[in-house]
């Protein structure tokens, strides 16, 4: 279980000579357990948000916690176990290295972990966790495959399957249909759904389109670099409507 505290988060990057401030004192919470749709448009800061979660880059200001915990509060290796252990990356345009077949991409998650000799001892393990998370989202048949030889949204599901590899409390994901069409964005959530199953995984997925955002159980709308709009839990009943 993993619930996220966000508290008056500020993040200015700096163009040039320019400061460019992208969030401006965002806070939130989100359940242990919940799946979050955070909407708006680009540069309202949604993403920059979440690679703060995840622990990918620092604020200038505010804090993140984890059932309490403060990132601020973790030492550079304690940050790295975090980000191996309690978090797992969803991004829009893959990252899956090309060279290595679907089986093998699922599994660098396990290998970077555990290290050369810890991936040696449970690899019999691993490589069936990893085939069962890719049979759960329809792979079964592309194993063997490389990138190459898969559709936009396989490759997505893909990425997925690795993100769970380690079994983390927490998914993170950004704009994990931008690049896939409508009926493929559509299955691509299905997977999601499926994939969240009875672990009460945490779910914290960036959008800019309405409809992907409507299949979390809540969604939450920035604008500005701010926190504009919270709709309450429990009020989204419908989530796949027909």
Request: charged share 20%; aromatic share 4%.
């Amino acid at each position: 279980m993993s619930s996220i505290s966000v508290t008056n988060l500020h993040k200015t990057y700096k163009l040039g000579k320019v400061p460019v401030p992208v969030l401006r004192g965002a806070s939130l919470e989100v359940e242990s357990g919940e799946w979050v749709a955070i909407l708006g448009h680009s540069g309202s800061g949604k993403s920059t948000l979440l690679h703060l979660l995840g622990g990918l880059d620092k604020p200038n200001e505010g804090e993140i916690a984890y059932d309490g915990k403060a990132l601020s509060s973790m030492s550079s290796s304690q940050m790295n176990v975090f980000r191996r252990e309690h978090v797992g990356f969803v991004f829009q345009f893959y990252h899956l290295v090309p060279e290595l077949t679907v089986l093998e991409n699922t599994l660098l998650g396990a290998m970077i972990r555990l290290g050369r000799f810890g991936y040696m001892k449970e690899a019999g393990q691993l490589k069936e966790a990893a085939a069962q998370l890719l049979g759960n989202a329809g792979l079964s048949h592309r194993l063997n495959h490389k990138p190459a030889q898969l559709s936009g949204g396989e490759r997505q599901r893909v990425a997925i399957a690795r993100a769970l590899i380690n079994n983390p409390p927490v998914l993170l994901a950004d704009e994990p249909t931008g690049n896939l069409d409508q009926k493929t964005g559509n299955e691509l959530l299905d997977v999601f759904e499926s994939m969240r199953g009875d672990t009460q995984r945490t779910i914290v997925m960036v959008t800019h389109d309405q409809k992907v955002a409507d299949r979390a159980d809540r969604v939450i709308e920035m604008a500005d670099g701010l926190v504009r709009t919270v709709q309450p839990t429990g009020l989204r009943t419908q989530k796949n409507p027909a």
